[in-house]
């Protein structure tokens, strides 16, 4: 925009461009220090728990043991574990049912529908995650019993929107006229749909996947509130099976912090752990989701 | 392939979604009943009018006002602050900078990444500062945590509105010799003044609703904090301490109803905003 350099540069030598340089420094400050602030949470995390890699090895962090840091013994794999287990069941049950719902929105039902369907989507993003686990207390425990299930089925409902939104921005970005043309030589809705609008967005549906796995990877009281917990950090054996979490680990254990030797840094590595999974899935679904949104404009 | 095979495939997945579409409505309606068929019973006005009585935890009298006030207290300021930092930031990046800026690029990449973290790991970080200061769990701890998540929330939402208002607008207020922060603090923060409303409310709804980090950083006890430097207590907290404890589910479930009455106000209440203060809107 010429326009607006130009007039800015006219103005330069007027009194009050004095005033205005400071007040761009000041926003450029602002601006700078929130690019560096996910390097200055990283980065204190690691070094809040660097006291954790004196004592012990990476290998010996993930090593199957028990959890007792009254006697020194420090292992993250039972917690990874059974984070691996709830996200990974919660995105197998949810990805299906939110897949068909955003197809069945933008493929095949009247434009009305979507004026349901919206505002209900909408609606259960943004209820907070106590209320999913109330839920998850009051109707699934019941059936499931406290344990890894019950954590999936809970974290499933709550990943459905964000995969159902997604999903549905990702369809309105194949082009009409790829389905026009496919219609043209004769397909039915279902060969357009399965053959060219699903294999279009594949790669945005899997960017989708991929965000949704990052939220319920940091899940924390919904979680808690169902999975039981388990004894000693033992390694869960099964989907039925009571157990722990990175972030339940976390919330269970920060008030040894101060006391017990260890358990801050070892906490604070958890966090470490989870922040970098977390950044690492989020930035490859951004990057793959303006990527297939700008090759489809 | 034979045409009545194609016809069978194109029906049966039909029949396949409309069952998706039927069991998520499903399960929305089973939160929605859940809630309120559990939660009416326990339901009174003590609940919200009153602070615990010693024993509310196992059957006793007594309510939850201490963490409706606390949690109002922490989403309140946590939204100033957080406006405070993001209504800046924002129209300096899209009217301050030139289009495509580098920085405004890793601003919006920065946001992105801080949105996807969870709010545990904040929570985390908040108790490794206060851990090094020699701090306690406050009403100040938290506000300032619970400010930190919603920034991300409340800057994407508003950057997006901003985003919207047109560049001849730019160049008609600047032409007539106004500076930029005019232009952004006087023309355009006014058009955009609903989507700004509608993000901050959204961000406080966020801020309210928030339980890890809070569980980490805030402490907790049964009265209304005097001072920010004094613990406070939450609503989620609330609800997640008396659903854990056997005599007291009914009032959990009554907590939980009136966290999301609250919620669903808010809501309302910023669209209804929204549309009031629309007046001065731009384009579209």
């Known amino acids: 925009m010429p326009g607006r350099a130009a007039l800015r540069r006219a103005s330069f030598a007027s009194p009050r461009s004095l005033l205005d340089s400071g007040e761009r420094a000041l926003l450029g400050t602002l601006a700078c220090a929130l690019v560096l602030l996910p390097f200055v949470i990283g980065g204190g995390l690691l070094m809040a728990a660097r006291g954790l890699l004196a004592t012990k090895t990476v290998a010996e962090l993930f090593a199957p043991d028990s959890w007792n840091p009254m006697r020194g013994r420090i292992t993250y794999l039972p917690f990874l574990i059974g984070t691996l287990w709830v996200t990974g069941l919660a995105v197998l049950i949810a990805l299906p049912l939110s897949l068909a719902v955003a197809v069945y929105a933008s493929e095949y039902a009247p434009r009305r529908f979507g004026a349901v369907l919206k505002p209900a989507v909408d609606v259960v993003a943004g209820l907070p995650s106590v209320i999913f686990g109330l839920w998850g207390v009051a109707l699934i425990v019941p059936v499931t019993g406290y344990n890894i299930l019950a954590a999936a089925f809970v974290l499933a409902v709550m990943i459905m929107p964000i995969i159902i939104q997604i999903a549905m921005e990702v369809f309105s970005a194949v082009p009409p006229s790829l389905r026009e043309a496919a219609f043209a030589l004769g397909a039915t809705r279902f060969e357009v749909v399965n053959r060219v609008v699903l294999k279009k967005s594949r790669p945005g549906l899997v960017a989708a996947s991929v965000l949704a796995l990052a939220r319920a990877f940091g899940e924390t009281l919904a979680v808690m509130m169902v999975i039981g917990g388990a004894q000693k950090g033992r390694l869960p054996q099964g989907p039925l099976d009571q157990a722990d979490t990175l972030p339940t680990l976390i919330a269970n254990r920060y008030g040894e912090m101060s006391s017990v030797p260890l358990v801050s840094e070892s906490l604070l590595g958890a966090a470490f752990i989870l922040f970098l999974v977390v950044v690492g899935f989020t930035l490859v679904s951004r990057v793959v989701l303006a990527r297939v949104k700008r090759g489809m404009e | ?284």
């Open chain 2, 1 to 284: 392939m034979r045409m009545w095979a194609r016809k069978l495939k194109q029906i049966s997945a039909v029949v396949l979604m409309i069952a998706a579409v039927g069991v998520f409505f499903l399960i929305f309606a089973a939160i929605v009943i859940a809630i309120l068929v559990k939660g009416l019973p326990g339901l009174s006005l003590d609940l919200v009018t009153k602070l615990p009585e010693s024993g509310l935890y196992l059957g006793g009298g007594g309510g939850v006002l201490n963490a409706i006030v606390g949690s109002l207290l922490v989403g309140f300021g946590a939204t100033v602050l957080a406006l405070s930092v993001s209504l800046p930031l924002v129209l300096f990046i899209n009217l301050y900078l030139r289009r495509g800026a580098r920085l405004a690029e890793a601003v919006r990449f920065s946001l992105d990444v801080l949105w996807g973290v969870p709010s545990i790991v904040y929570g985390a970080c908040g108790v490794a500062v206060m851990l090094a200061v020699g701090m306690r769990g406050s009403l100040l701890a938290a506000v300032v945590v619970v400010a930190l998540i919603e920034v991300p929330i409340l800057s994407r939402a508003f950057d997006e509105v901003v985003r919207l208002v047109p560049r001849e607008l730019d160049e008609a207020v600047l032409s007539l010799g106004a500076s930029l922060r005019t232009l952004a603090f006087r023309v355009v923060l006014r058009a955009v003044l609903p989507g700004l409303v509608t993000a901050a409310l959204l961000a406080f709804g966020r801020g309210i609703g928030d339980a890890a980090a809070v569980m980490l950083v805030a402490g907790y006890q049964d009265g209304i904090p005097a001072n920010p430097l004094e613990p406070v207590a939450t609503l989620p907290l609330a609800i997640f301490f008396l659903v854990s404890t056997p005599g007291a589910q009914a009032r959990g479930y009554a907590a939980g109803m009136v966290l999301v009455l609250l919620i669903v106000f808010f809501s309302l209440f910023s669209r209804y905003v929204g549309k009031r203060l629309s007046s001065h809107r731009i384009g579209d």
